[in-house]
């Protein structure tokens, strides 16, 4: 699945930094506003989640980002 990465940065307005993650479906999207360090985070969850998945995790698990 490809996945096309879209980010609005507006730093003269001081604005948080908007990234949206969206893949071929709507339903393989994820969008809101996030700061650097909110976005650093999610990203080593994603990479826990990855290697959960690959080692054979099932079922819903929940992942708490730290901030």
């Known amino acids: ?9 507006d730093p003269k307005r001081q604005h948080v930094p908007m ?3 969206t ?3 709507p339903i393989t999207t994820i969008s809101g ?3 650097a360090a909110q976005l650093r ?3 080593r ?7 959960d998945s690959d080692q054979g995790e099932q079922g ?5 980002a730290e901030d």
């Open 23 to 25: 893949g071929t479906t």
């Open 60 to 64: 819903p698990v929940t992942y708490t």
């Open 45 to 51: 969850q994603l990479i826990t989640i990855a290697n």
């Open 41 to 43: 985070s999610i990203a």
């Open 1 to 9: 699945m490809q996945i096309t990465l879209n980010a609005w940065h």
């Open 19 to 21: 990234i949206s993650l």
């Open 33 to 35: 506003y996030f700061t």
